[in-house]
């Protein structure tokens, strides 16, 4: 295995993606989501993290949300599984599923 030698923050990931950043960090929020090791907290001060993705935490995202967008029914039952927040579920929805 080859060690880590950089992360994104996922508010970068996000603008990279062109996701909104609060989906994101709803399926991050478990990192059950993605496997181990691929979402990483960075301390910015004593009770301060961000999240940050490694290149694979990026990669199963990314395929992740295109296997979701495979149809609306598929996108809406994505975010009923793996969005607890029914505000951003709204907010998401409104943009529709980007097919």
Do not use: C
Not at 12 to 32: H, Q
Not at 70 to 93: A, G, T, Y
Request: proline share 2%.
């Amino acid at each position: 295995m080859a060690a880590l030698t950089h992360v994104y923050t996922l508010d970068y990931v996000a603008r990279m993606l062109g996701e909104t950043l609060d989906l994101l960090e709803a399926i991050v929020w478990n990192d059950d989501n993605l496997t181990y090791g691929a979402i990483v907290t960075v301390y910015t001060g004593q009770n301060e993290t961000i999240t940050a993705l490694t290149d694979d935490g990026i990669e199963e995202l990314t395929n992740m949300l295109a296997d979701a967008r495979r149809s609306p029914q598929d996108w809406n039952r994505f975010l009923e599984d793996f969005v607890s927040d029914q505000q951003i579920i709204d907010r998401v929805k409104e943009k529709g599923p980007r097919l």
